[in-house]
Structure formats: C-alpha cells, structure tokens
C-alpha cells in the first residue's frame, strides 16, 4: 500500500496565545463576591476549572491559614472577562492535620454523603482524635455519635449555612459537645468535604446569619461504654502532672532513731 493512498489525518488547529484571555473568577454570593483569582483560557474550555483560595483570604485571621477553599467554575461571561463559581470544597492542609493526632491518643475518622435541606449532596470527611487510647467499644460510639450529628445538622439547614458551620467550626463544637461525654477529645476537625451534586435549579444565597440550633442527639450506650454523668474521665486529671515522691515512714523512723539513740540503747 502507497503512502498516497494512506488517509491523511485531519490538521489541529493550533490554538494561539492572542486567542486565550484572562477572566476574573468572583466567589459565590454567599462569600460576597469577592474576587479570588484569575484563569487564562479559551471560552469554552474555562468552565469547570477549579480555583484554590485560603480562608485566611477572607478573614484576614492568621488561624485560618492552614484551610483551603475550592471553587468551581459554572459560567463565563468572555466579554467582560468575569467568571462565576460555586464552593466545590474545603481540605485542611496535611501538616495541620498530622499535627492533630498525638502520641498514644486515637483517630475515630468519618466518611458520610450528605443531604442538606435544599437537596445539595455533600461528601464528608470527619475526624475525632482523643487525649489517651480509647477502647474499641468507645470508639465506635464516638463515630456513631459524628454521623448522626452530621446527619441531623445537614437536614436542618440550606447548603449555604452548612457550609458555613464547616468553614467556622460550629460543626466541630456541636460533634465534640456530645463526643465528649464518651471519652475526653483533644479535637475534632471536619477536615475535607465535596461538592457531589446539585439540585435543578439551585442557586447561591447570602447567609442572612451566623447563628445555629444546638444539635440533640439520643445516645444509646452499650454495657462497655456506658459512662455515667458522675462517672465522666476528668479531662484536668489526665493532664495532671506526676507529683514528686514523698519520703516514705521507714526513713522517717530511721532519722528518728537515729535523733535519739540512747532510746534504743535503754530498751
């Protein structure tokens, strides 16, 4: 067979550096559109694309600088060179979150999808990292308690609040407020979530708030686990610093007689 019979492929346009053009991506309205970086491309090949922004970028608080925000680009106007975004996710850094997990203390972790009010799928990544070693038995109540915690939070409020109870912590208080009870915890930590899917026409909304309902969860303990409201560990007591040995009675008889040896030598 002749190379001239042979089908010639079909030339690549070559896409040309004057063709692409810088869009301004603005944040979603619940983080008052606030402009978050800028992405070069083509109009038809910028939607989808990610931008990655720390939370310290809108709080300007030095403690939010190990939480990374991610956005998703839904729409591009290319005349105006400005691009739309919705929260596509958080991740804590790795760093911080090998710096949550101590010697001889354990890591209860937590992978839920979840379902907000307004019908936004979430996934979840939660952990729980105690002071001491936990039983088995505790730890499976502890993880049992964040899933139901998380569960319940996210059927009480629209996408926009829970996300904002991820990003503030609140979620992580309302988790440890009932964890607690089982076994003391050093921390817990929503450490990674995912933006799954959206409902049909949903859209972006101002948080009119930044206050939440107090999660009520009823816990049902097993026989190992079970600990009751006088019983609970003393955080404070295992903290507590070794304190220095006291000289024991023999020594003490020892230095006595030794004040007084006619004593001995009489009897």
Same mark, same amino acid.
Request: with cysteine; proline share 3%.
């Given at each position: 067979?002749?190379?001239?019979?042979?089908?010639? /492929?079909?030339?690549?346009?070559?896409?040309?550096?004057? @063709?692409?053009?810088?869009? %301004?991506?603005?944040?979603?309205?619940? *983080?008052?559109?606030?402009?978050?970086?800028?992405?070069?491309?083509?109009?038809?090949?910028?939607?989808?694309?990610?931008?990655?922004?720390?939370?310290?970028?809108?709080?300007?608080?030095?403690? @939010?600088?190990?939480?990374?925000?991610?956005f998703k680009v839904t729409n591009v106007n290319f005349g105006n060179g400005r691009a739309n975004t919705?929260? *596509?996710?958080?991740?804590?850094?790795?760093?911080?979150?090998?710096?949550?997990? =101590?010697?001889?203390?354990?890591?209860?972790?937590?992978?839920?999808?979840?379902?907000?009010?307004?019908?936004?799928?979430?996934?979840? %990544?939660?952990?729980?990292?105690?002071? /001491?070693?936990?039983?088995? $038995?505790?730890?499976?109540?502890?993880?049992?308690?964040?899933?139901?915690?998380?569960?319940? *939070?996210?059927?009480?409020?629209?996408? #926009?609040?829970?996300?904002?109870?991820?990003?503030?912590?609140?979620?992580?208080?309302?988790?440890?407020?009932?964890?607690?009870?089982?076994?003391?915890?050093?921390?817990?930590?929503?450490? /990674? $979530?995912?933006?799954?899917?959206?409902?049909? =026409? =949903? #859209?972006?909304?101002?948080?009119? @708030?930044?206050?939440?309902?107090?999660?009520?969860v009823d816990v049902k303990r097993s026989r190992k686990s079970e600990i009751k409201r006088s019983e609970?560990?003393?955080?404070?007591?295992?903290?507590?610093?070794?304190?220095?040995?006291?000289?024991?009675?023999?020594? %003490?008889?020892?230095?006595? $007689?030794? #004040?007084?040896?006619s004593e001995e030598s009489e009897e």
């Amino acid at each position: 067979m002749s190379s001239k019979a042979r089908k010639k /492929k079909p030339k690549v346009k070559k896409i040309k550096w004057a @063709d692409k053009k810088w869009i %301004t991506c603005v944040a979603p309205r619940s *983080f008052n559109n606030k402009e978050i970086g800028e992405i070069i491309g083509l109009e038809d090949t910028i939607v989808g694309r990610t931008v990655e922004n720390l939370l310290y970028d809108f709080t300007g608080k030095y403690s @939010d600088i190990s939480l990374k925000l991610i956005f998703k680009v839904t729409n591009v106007n290319f005349g105006n060179g400005r691009a739309n975004t919705l929260f *596509f996710g958080h991740q804590y850094t790795s760093d911080y979150i090998r710096s949550l997990i =101590g010697r001889g203390s354990s890591k209860i972790q937590t992978i839920k999808n979840l379902t907000t009010k307004d019908g936004y799928l979430f996934r979840v %990544t939660g952990i729980c990292t105690t002071i /001491k070693r936990a039983q088995s $038995s505790q730890i499976d109540l502890i993880r049992k308690i964040m899933d139901e915690v998380l569960r319940e *939070f996210a059927s009480l409020y629209n996408h #926009e609040k829970f996300i904002k109870a991820m990003i503030s912590r609140e979620l992580d208080n309302q988790i440890q407020r009932v964890a607690k009870t089982i076994y003391p915890l050093s921390n817990s930590v929503i450490v /990674k $979530s995912k933006l799954v899917s959206i409902p049909e =026409g =949903g #859209e972006d909304k101002e948080v009119p @708030d930044d206050q939440f309902d107090i999660v009520e969860v009823d816990v049902k303990r097993s026989r190992k686990s079970e600990i009751k409201r006088s019983e609970r560990i003393n955080v404070k007591n295992l903290w507590k610093p070794r304190s220095a040995p006291q000289p024991s009675d023999k020594k %003490t008889e020892s230095t006595s $007689s030794e #004040e007084n040896p006619s004593e001995e030598s009489e009897e």
